[in-house]
């Protein structure tokens, strides 16, 4: 989409990052590689990079208000549209840098949720970005929030929230309330259709953006999820029914994939798209081993897990990308450091009997909790199941056991077997 009053194909950006005491400038130098990858996305071209060292952030101008008058006047030099800090600008601040430079003002995380809002496809996704859109706007909602209200269209200002920017902030509180109660309807019939498949084992595919999770789906169960070389491409979550090598039939989910600095109000209102990773039994986690963050994005996606309160269930790492690796000597590393793991090309078929196995053992391995009962009399039975799981209890009822165990999912089969065979005595 294009900003009205230009005839530009894509908006000009300006992008600017801050290096603090402590923090190395490569760092921000890769973080700025990605804003850039972002902006790209959301349809901008970067045409400068402006990096400060600051001991302390300004209240007003998180930068020096000297830094934003050169950065005005360099806006006007490269009829800049738009200038996108990576750290995040409180609303006072991007009001203030907006006055002095005369363009858009974007933080990371508004143009997160611009790309959002440009890839929604479903109603669920549109509603969850709209949500997340309008939390973030309402307090920038303001009289000097010039640009909200002056142009229709453009990074920052597009997507379903659109048609409501241009409204007071009363109006966009009751859109809020709207759409919550919607996103609730939307949960609970996600809910629902959970519970008719929750006896199934089910695998999500968790990680940072663009790393292969929508490839491996697609490799490993012919669905046919859209894979793109751009951030954010699933923003829905899909979930495909996938053959173990003996048989048995699982649930493997695509998700959406996370980033550095991934808003709350993001995390907060896609709850009912990532429910689906939060019910999972087993966690793959995707890594594109050729990334230069490889530590940092691990580091992210254990963060949004343990937001999400599942950093506890199994998980197996999977290295993706291995047919573009370099440098080889990472692997011997990060095969001691990262078990259990596998390492893949996804889009080369490269060891993907190896990652059918490891899925298949950690199923194997899963521990399920069940009650069963025998005839009181069934005493071979009752101590063949003392070979097959841990008992938890035992209770005598009339004239049967009751009996309370955990297994694994192989040996839960067996039991099940077993009582069937002796249930008429
Ligand atoms: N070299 C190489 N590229 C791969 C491999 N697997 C995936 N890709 C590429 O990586 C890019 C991202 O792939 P996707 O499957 O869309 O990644 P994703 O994790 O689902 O990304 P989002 O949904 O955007 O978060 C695409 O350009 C793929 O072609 C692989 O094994 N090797
Ligand atoms: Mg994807």
Redesign the pocket.
Known sequence: MQSVGTAKEREIAIIVGIVRPGQERSVIDENLDELELLADTAGAVVVERVVQDRHRLDPAFMLGRGKVEELAKMTKYLDADLIIFDDDLSPAQAKNIESLCGNKILDRSGLILDIFARNARTREARTQVELAQLNYLLPRLTRQWTHLSRQVGGIGVRGPGETQLEVDRRLVRRRIGVLERELEKIATQRANRRKNRSHVFKAALV?Y????????LNTLTNAQV?????????LDSTIRGFELSDHRRILLI?T??FIRKLPHHLIASFKSTLEEAVNADLLLH?IDITSHNLREQMDTVDSVLEELKINDKPILKVF?????LEDKSVLTELRASEQPCVF?????GIFMNEFREKIRALVTAQVRQMTVTLPMHATKALSQLHDLADITSIEYQDSTVIIRLKASIDNADRISRLVVLNAEG
């Open positions: 990680g953006t663009n790393v292969g999770k929508s490839t491996i859209l894979v793109e070389d751009r951030l954010f491409a699933t695509d959406v994939g995707v993706n990308k291995i047919d573009a893949i090309s996804a889009e080369r």
